[in-house]
């Protein structure tokens, strides 16, 4: 084994031979080169995304929410407040109404949602600090509300005017004739105080107090459709889950924030496997130029395989030594690969040269994990069609 593994080193580096089984070798190297890259280059991308995308909804979702489980308003608020505040798990919480609402301005109007929250949110969720006009309300008056910047671009809202103001309009519940425009919407003027920056999840959002969802759904001061719960170790989600869950009963659903984001992770976790199949695939169909190569070079070489055989060299022998080339290939393509794709991927993390848009440079992350399944990736079919075509082409060999 050790001689087979010697001598295919020398078939890969000398520089003796037919020029074009060199070629056709080398050829293979670098393509394995260039496939090893590209998938960690593009698997970095897809992990700076996903850690991008895990940062935007970090704070979307509290570590844990209850709501009703026969209709929208929680009951009982009194007594799930106090068993919160019971709670040592529990460092803060706040209660949330959502709804849908009419927003207008002037000629322009736009179906919106509406969450109207307490005092209390931002110690749940910090949205306070992704103000980038503004500023987040002081909650002094019930109709001082920030808005998504999408929304406030396309309706062009006046911020911090104290002169003009925009509409919400909330369709009332009931029956009988209607009579006047009061019959159908309950109706309220905002002041806008800040923007924010939307999302996929917050697209189309107003924050306001929770008083101002409240006068429009004609609900009593106590009441809420959730309760939001920031958690002292967020890894303890499931275990508070299932003692609140034991003390407040069955009429209440209670979520952990991967419950909420259980979607966005089965996009995420489809989108990765996706990719790792294509990916797996490039590098598939690259591996056949080493099928290639390994067959071109049991062609050329059949003088020296008379000359190995008449040295000791048995068919195994012949057969590893085609092998060790292979394998050569593959751990020359896959080194190479690995520090390439590392350089471009740790200068665009340094530099952000390729962006995806004009102010948004490609995010980049260099994990561990992606070494290992490109690392795993190529070695497998590597080394399996190295083993595949340096057995088979048995008509190659020259018998003893």
Wanted: aromatic share 12%; net charge positive.
């Amino acid at each position: 084994m050790k001689n087979a593994f010697y001598i295919a080193s020398r078939y890969l580096i000398s520089r003796k031979g037919s020029t074009a089984v060199t070629f056709i070798t080398w050829l293979a190297a670098f393509a394995m080169v260039a496939a090893v890259a590209a998938m960690f280059i593009i698997i970095s991308v897809f992990s700076g995304l996903e850690e991008l995308n895990k940062d935007m909804i970090a704070n979307l979702h509290a570590d844990l929410t209850i709501r009703s489980k026969t209709g929208k308003v929680l009951p009982e608020i009194d007594k799930i407040i106090e068993t919160l505040k019971k709670n040592k798990e529990v460092v803060s919480f706040s209660k949330v109404i959502e709804e849908k609402v009419y927003l207008g301005y002037k000629d322009n109007g736009e179906i919106a949602y509406l969450r109207g929250v307490d005092s209390s949110y931002i110690q749940v969720n910090p949205i306070n600090e992704t103000i980038f006009y503004g500023k987040y309300p002081d909650f002094k008056y019930s109709n001082e509300v920030i808005l998504e910047n999408g929304l406030d671009n396309r309706l062009s809202l006046p911020v911090n005017s104290s002169q003009d103001f925009a509409t919400v309009l909330m369709p009332k519940p009931g029956k009988g004739i209607i009579q006047q425009e009061s019959d159908i919407f309950s109706k309220k003027d905002i002041y806008v105080s800040g923007i924010f920056p939307g999302n996929d999840q917050l697209d189309n959002y107003i924050i306001g107090p929770i008083e101002l969802a409240q006068e429009l759904l004609g609900l009593p001061k106590s009441a809420c459709y959730q309760v939001v719960i920031k958690l002292r170790e967020s890894k303890n989600s499931e275990m508070v889950k299932a003692d609140l869950t034991k003390k407040l009963g069955n009429q209440l659903i209670i979520t952990t924030k991967s419950e909420e984001n259980a979607a966005f992770w089965k996009m995420i976790n489809t989108e990765k496997l996706m990719i790792y199949l294509i990916f797996g695939l490039v590098i598939f169909i690259t591996t056949f130029n080493l099928a290639g190569a390994i067959t071109i070079l049991q062609l050329d070489k059949k003088e020296q395989a008379k000359a190995l055989i008449a040295l000791g060299f048995d068919k195994i022998d012949l057969r590893l030594t085609y092998f060790f080339t292979g394998v050569l290939i593959v751990f020359f393509g896959l080194i190479c690969g690995l520090v390439l794709g590392s350089a471009i991927s740790y200068l665009q993390i340094r530099t952000g040269f390729f962006k995806a848009s004009e102010n948004l440079a490609f995010p980049v992350k260099i994990e561990g994990f992606n070494y290992f399944i490109v690392s795993a990736i190529a070695l497998f079919f590597g080394l399996a069609i190295s083993f595949l075509f340096s057995k088979v082409n048995k008509r190659y060999l020259v018998e003893k």
